[in-house]
């Protein structure tokens, strides 16, 4: 029998709720279902361990942990960070009312592969770190006794993806844990880890949504029971829309497929980036003999339509959309990807603040609150599984690829936020290095059937969204047939960072649209590293400079923005994040982050968010990024430096310490001033008017002057030092003395003489200033400060590069010196010897920072230093002098 309810809003909202309530009165209104996390009280060890297995194994001595969870902090310090098992074990003491209930394990996520056990059985295992999955544990659970609930995970599997990629496999159970009971009759919640309830929104328009609603009713009681299956539909506003209700008879033990279609909701108010309403679903299980709540399970709902153009973009409810979008990984040093759900949420905040309004959630599935914070918020998403570089030849590979991609689509197929799902990145990266003519061919092959595998799989759990796979910028990916596979594609383009020059990023995506016209496209990376303590006025690619990273956004923006086939871009990334196997300036990080690892805005955030936000005033001195200024300064007089400005302000006013030094019309939300620094500690003011309102920001910053030439007044005091072989000032976070770029020596003043410049992006040991180490002058013969008579210290930066590294640094092509050689020289000091024959490989090793100090009294009017090779060539990494007495 099914009754049929519709009622419509709002002249019909009181009586709606007259109904609901006649049914229910007689008793509770509360669902029978229990929900509550287990994070606390669990014990942890690192290691094999099976004796663990053991109820009554002692596990004293193990670690008093609580989750979220990750045992891989190491991978901040160490490339080869823990890849094992680790073992949790905690107790479980049930309330005595749950007796007679079903009752249910959840993770949320454990990193790769869990194993688990109550008093000592074997429950069950789930195999994939991203994806929630959940047990039912009834029959293992004792009510009179404590349990002991054991979990094993391994996060080295190499049969689970992802087994390649730029980032850390953080190992532990690091989301919730949960524990939930719910009563004989409920809805199937092992159902690859989703709760088993599943809405689509079949036809929307502005006139009116239609809404369906699908799941599994399971009885797990011994005899029959009478049930109604009851929808109600909650407007955003609150009130009740309508209520659907069904009686349903199942036997014992039995399960039962249901699918009800609401009817149409008129005038429903559309979900958009800029108005997420969201409808709540609320689907009960009543239970007609005990006139009783049983089960209840409440969702969100969003009503929207899609579709990609590959002349136009991107269409959302029948309007263009430019996808504003960033990818986000999951960590935050130090501590890996143990993160609380307020944290996630302050990374959507932080996102949102920005203007993006679509997120690539990359590389992998992420934690229930980013895609609730996604609906809320507005943002549209493409969630993906970690297929990553290479499809290994690995059995059971491909079936857990598939199995964690049927989970995710279950596990967030109710957010109306995501529109995409996605399954492969940049799957011929590694498998090309790796593999060259026939060899790759075997490769190729599984890969395309990998692909189509999961083409299928997401189109038969999902065929309302648009199915996508990101592709580095190579043609192979046209060649092989990949690109033909899903719905659209993505390009994860780096021209002018990995290789040649920013403006070959507009000539690809031109490309690819003259040779493929009919396929709508998505920039799924771009990105650019940067480090705080490097800056310059000459930004060059892979200098690691804030400048650089500005400079190539200020480049890529527009381009996305005015190409109208490219439907959308997702920068790379919105954090810094672990990349264990990284080196390069920030070793252990991937720096191309628009914020910090501790989400501290760097400057480039504000020039998205001056481009993206045009309902708020945005100015932003962008020199936060860099307070402690230093420059070479000409007899006394002002050194001008350049100072940025993002703002969505037509026109900027900029001063220091109270004087203007102009005004400036933004061009690509940014206005650019030579401003004259003379004081130590001047005070930036910047001015302009939004919509009739004048806006202001303002920034103390210091200014350290160093003079071009040296004398007996401003020598006191100072420390000279050179960052030798770079263009980039150097700012150390620890002594927070710059290094200045490297000069010629000119007659009156200092520099070096002779040599090339030369580095590296191998990790430099024993220092945490890397990239002073990291930069060089090969082959000079000396360096020279024409100074008064007295007493200096003179200290010299050596490291080493010239062996060839057998670094596995994620580097996509690009490599440090390749060259194999043992350097050793003499060095003098105004002409005498200091070093007869100094080797800073033997020293203190390759890749390693070595720094010596000389006390020199000088009784002639230089300073001057000779390198002279005995072996190899002479080199020099940084200088400092100091004038003594
Ligand atoms: C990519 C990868 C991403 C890397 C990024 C980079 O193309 O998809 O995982 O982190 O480049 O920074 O090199
Ligand atoms: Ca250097």
């Not at 997420?276 to 049983?294: D, M, Q």
């Not at 005004?663 to 401003?675: D, S, Y």
């Not at 430099?764 to 024409?786: C, H, K, S, V, W």
């Not at 105004?830 to 033997?842: F, I």
Request: aromatic fraction near 12%; charged fraction near 25%; glycine fraction near 8%.
């Amino acid at each position: 029998m099914r009754i049929f309810k519709h009622i419509h809003k709002p002249v019909c909202r009181a009586i709606a709720t007259i109904i609901i309530f006649s049914i229910l009165a007689p008793s509770s209104l509360y669902a029978q279902r229990e929900i509550q996390t287990i994070n606390d009280s669990w014990k942890f060890r690192k290691g094999e361990c099976t004796a663990a297995l053991d109820s009554t194994f002692k596990d004293d001595e193990w670690e008093d942990i609580y989750l979220p969870h990750t045992w891989n902090t190491d991978a901040y310090t160490e490339k080869d960070y823990y890849r094992g098992m680790g073992w949790y074990r905690r107790q479980i003491i049930l309330p005595q009312d749950w007796i007679g209930k079903q009752v249910f394990l959840k993770l949320d996520a454990a990193s790769k592969a869990t194993c688990i056990y109550i008093n000592g059985k074997k429950v069950g295992e789930h195999t994939g770190g991203y994806t929630a999955s959940t047990l039912n544990i009834t029959p293992f659970l004792s009510f009179n006794s404590p349990n002991m609930l054991v979990i094993r995970v391994d996060n080295a599997r190499m049969d689970i993806p992802p087994i390649s990629g730029d980032f850390t496999f953080f190992g532990g159970i690091y989301r919730d844990a949960w524990l939930i009971a719910v009563p004989s009759q409920h809805f199937n919640l092992t159902n690859h880890g989703s709760d088993g309830i599943f809405i689509t929104t079949p036809r929307v328009s502005e006139q009116q949504a239609t809404l369906s609603i699908h799941g599994e009713i399971r009885n797990d009681a011994r005899e029959k029971a009478a049930l109604e299956l009851v929808h109600s539909i909650y407007h955003p506003d609150g009130t009740l829309l309508q209520t659907q209700k069904q009686f349903i008879q199942l036997k014992a033990g039995e399960t039962r497929n249901f699918d009800s279609n609401i009817s149409p909701i008129l005038q429903p108010l559309l979900w958009t980036p800029e108005t997420p309403y969201l409808y709540r679903v609320e689907t009960t299980l009543f239970n007609c003999k005990t006139k009783s709540v049983v089960d209840q399970s409440n969702h969100h709902t969003g009503f929207r339509w899609f579709h990609f153009e590959s002349n136009k973009g991107f269409f959302l409810n029948g309007k263009p959309y430019k996808l504003r979008g960033i990818c986000r990984h999951q960590d935050q040093k130090p501590i890996g990807v143990a993160l609380t759900d307020e944290m996630h949420r302050r990374d959507m905040k932080l996102m949102k603040e920005m203007g993006a309004n679509f997120i690539r959630i990359s590389h992998y599935p992420q934690d229930d609150a980013i895609i609730e914070m996604c609906d809320k918020l507005g943002m549209l998403a493409w969630e993906e599984i970690p297929v990553i570089d290479i499809v290994p030849d690995t059995p059971e590979y491909a079936e857990n690829c598939e199995r964690n991609l049927r989970e995710m689509i279950r596990q967030h197929y109710n957010h109306p936020s995501i529109i995409t799902w996605g399954y492969m990145n940049e799957i011929l990266l590694v498998a090309q290095r790796k593999h060259k003519g026939d060899a790759l061919k075997p490769v190729l092959e599984r890969t395309l059937a990998l692909a189509r595998r999961l083409e299928n799989a997401l189109k038969q759990e999902d065929p309302t969204r648009i199915s996508a796979m990101a592709f580095h910028g190579s043609n192979s990916y046209n060649e092989t047939g990949l690109s033909q596979i899903t719905d659209i594609v993505g390009w994860n383009l780096y021209q002018g960072w990995y290789g040649g020059d920013v403006t070959g990023f507009e000539k690809f995506l031109a490309e690819q649209h003259r040779n493929y016209p009919a396929r709508p496209m998505i920039v799924s990376e771009y990105g650019a590293g940067s480090d705080r303590r490097l800056h310059t006025l000459a930004p060059r690619a892979f200098d690691f400079s804030i400048e650089y990273q500005q400079k190539y956004l200020e480049h890529y923006l527009p381009v996305l923005e005015e190409t109208p086939y490219v439907c959308g871009g997702t920068h790379w990334n919105f954090i810094d994040f672990s990349s264990a196997l990284r080196d390069e300036s920030m070793p252990r990080i991937n720096n191309k982050g628009l914020v910090y690892a501790d989400r501290t805005p760097k400057d480039v955030y504000y020039y998205y968010k001056a481009a993206w936000r045009s309902d708020i005033p945005v100015l932003h001195i962008a020199s936060r990024d860099w307070t402690r200024r230093s420059g070479v300064q000409q007899e006394g007089k002002p050194v001008m430096l350049p100072v940025k400005v993002y703002s969505n302000c037509p026109e900027v006013e900029l001063f220091i310490d109270g004087t203007s030094v102009g005004k400036k019309k933004t061009e690509n939300f940014t206005a650019l001033f030579e401003v004259p620094f003379l004081r130590k500690e001047p005070f930036l003011s910047a001015h302009a008017t939004y919509q009739g309102k004048p806006v202001t920001d303002g920034l103390r910053v210091g200014f350290t002057p160093i003079p071009d030439r040296l004398d007996k007044t401003n020598l006191n005091g100072l420390e000279l030092a050179v960052n030798v072989g770079s263009h980039c000032f150097f700012t150390s976070d620890e002594s927070h003395l710059t290094w200045v770029p490297d000069q010629p020596y000119t007659p009156g003043s200092w520099g070096y003489l002779g040599g090339k410049e030369a580095g590296t992006q191998t990790e430099i040991g024993l220092t945490t200033d890397g990239p002073l180490f990291q930069t060089l002058r090969n082959g000079l013969e000396g360096y020279r400060f024409d100074v008064p008579q007295g007493v200096y210290e003179v200290e010299l930066l050596f490291t080493d590069i010239y062996r060839r590294n057998s670094s596995t640094a994620y580097l996509l092509g690009r490599e440090g010196q390749q060259e194999n050689r043992e350097n050793a020289f003499r060095i003098t000091i105004n002409g005498k010897t200091v070093e007869d024959a100094l080797s800073p490989c033997r020293t203190s090793g390759y890749f390693r920072a070595l720094r010596k100090k000389y006390i020199v009294d000088n009784d002639t009017d230089h300073l001057e230093i000779k390198f002279h090779a005995r072996s190899g060539n002479s080199f020099l990494n940084g200088i400092k002098i100091r004038h003594r007495n």
